[in-house]
């Protein structure tokens, strides 16, 4: 038998990098889905905004300039006054955006905090794991938007309404940080715990020393799927608190006045959603710099 030859890399020959692969590709998601914003516009606007297969009509209002603004009017939003005061829209977006974060960013500790002391506690005992699961899985099935009114009023009885938001966040954020970690504390090699088990060590030990280093690369999913909730939380805990503040208010103002002016609703739904990109992308670089030997083993 003669072994197969593998073709050698000539030695001048540079490899695509890994790391742009990444950037590149979401570069081409953006472009392609401007392309197709404005070609559905341009669709509904060339057929009178309908559209007829097989019989079947299709009303394209919906792609009109009053309903869908081009992605021009929506950029030059953000430097037109935001209200009668003169402020661009951008600074008071940006204004915004810090006080909805800074809420979220409450929320985020306070859920991640509550979701691992859960986790643990479930790692370490089976009863009370069977006992409050199906409690700690209900509390998510509840819709937010009938919690949040109550959170608010009693958060406003108590003298704290602005505490509303981090609790309403909080309550977002536990679950699925006590689901990914429990996993992972769980998920141990037997072999390695049935050795630090020959050798007495404490379940602190066995704790500190294999399951949360076991567990890592789970908590930090979890805390990346949190950190885009703890926006939306904070998000929708400022519609019933009245907190002027945030970027909740400013998505109720603009949808008030969406018939007269969309572009300013839209840019405030981006301005939205660039702020849960930057929370998950700052825990997606604690995550590189923490587990490095998952970021090694993912290029």
Same mark, same amino acid.
């Given at each position: 038998?003669?072994?197969?030859?593998?073709?050698?890399?000539?030695?001048?020959?540079?490899? &695509?990098?890994? /790391?742009?692969?990444? =950037? %590149?590709?979401?570069?081409?998601?953006?472009? *392609? +889905?401007?392309? @197709?914003?404005? !070609?559905?516009?341009?669709?509904?606007?060339?057929?009178?905004?309908?559209?007829?297969?097989?019989?079947?009509?299709?009303?394209?209002?919906?792609?009109?300039?009053?309903?869908?603004?081009?992605?021009?009017?929506?950029?030059?939003?953000?430097?037109? &006054?935001?209200? /009668?005061?003169?402020? =661009? %829209?951008?600074?008071?977006?940006?204004?915004? *955006? +810090?006080?909805? @974060?800074?809420? !979220?960013?409450?929320?985020?500790?306070?859920?991640?905090?509550?979701?691992?002391?859960?986790?643990?506690?479930?790692?370490?005992?089976?009863?009370?794991?069977?006992?409050?699961?199906?409690?700690?899985?209900?509390?998510?099935?509840?819709?937010?938007?009938?919690?949040?009114?109550?959170?608010?009023?009693?958060?406003?009885?108590?003298?704290?309404?602005? +505490?509303?938001?981090?609790?309403?966040?909080?309550?977002?954020?536990?679950?699925?940080?006590?689901?990914?970690?429990?996993?992972?504390?769980?998920?141990?090699?037997?072999?390695?715990?049935?050795?630090?088990?020959?050798?007495?060590?404490?379940?602190?030990?066995?704790?500190?020393?294999?399951?949360?280093?076991?567990?890592?690369?789970?908590?930090?999913?979890?805390?990346?799927?949190?950190?885009?909730?703890?926006?939306?939380?904070?998000?929708?805990?400022?519609?019933?608190?009245?907190?002027?503040?945030?970027?909740?208010?400013?998505?109720?103002?603009?949808?008030?006045?969406?018939?007269?002016?969309?572009?300013?609703?839209?840019?405030?739904?981006?301005?939205?959603?660039?702020?849960?990109?930057?929370?998950?992308?700052?825990?997606?670089?604690?995550?590189?710099?923490?587990?490095?030997?998952?970021?090694?083993?993912?290029?």
């Amino acid at each position: 038998m003669t072994a197969s030859r593998v073709p050698s890399v000539p030695p001048n020959t540079k490899l &695509p990098d890994s /790391r742009w692969r990444t =950037p %590149l590709l979401s570069v081409v998601i953006v472009l *392609g +889905l401007a392309l @197709l914003w404005e !070609a559905l516009k341009a669709f509904g606007a060339s057929n009178g905004y309908a559209l007829t297969l097989g019989g079947l009509t299709i009303d394209l209002t919906l792609f009109n300039d009053a309903q869908l603004p081009h992605l021009s009017d929506i950029a030059r939003a953000f430097g037109e &006054p935001a209200q /009668r005061n003169g402020e =661009p %829209l951008y600074q008071m977006l940006f204004s915004a *955006g +810090l006080y909805t @974060l800074s809420a !979220a960013i409450k929320g985020f500790v306070i859920g991640g905090a509550i979701g691992f002391v859960l986790a643990v506690i479930f790692t370490h005992s089976s009863v009370l794991q069977r006992g409050m699961m199906p409690y700690v899985v209900a509390s998510q099935t509840v819709p937010i938007l009938a919690i949040a009114p109550m959170v608010v009023i009693w958060m406003g009885r108590a003298g704290n309404v602005e +505490l509303s938001v981090p609790i309403i966040t909080a309550y977002l954020t536990f679950f699925p940080v006590t689901i990914y970690t429990l996993r992972g504390l769980t998920n141990v090699p037997p072999t390695a715990l049935e050795l630090m088990q020959t050798y007495a060590a404490s379940k602190w030990a066995i704790l500190i020393k294999l399951r949360l280093p076991n567990a890592l690369p789970q908590i930090f999913t979890a805390l990346k799927l949190a950190a885009t909730s703890s926006v939306v939380g904070a998000i929708i805990g400022e519609l019933p608190s009245g907190i002027q503040d945030g970027i909740g208010i400013a998505l109720l103002n603009f949808a008030r006045y969406y018939n007269q002016s969309p572009p300013r609703l839209f840019a405030t739904i981006f301005a939205a959603g660039l702020l849960g990109i930057l929370f998950f992308s700052v825990i997606a670089v604690i995550e590189r710099l923490v587990v490095r030997w998952r970021a090694e083993e993912s290029l």
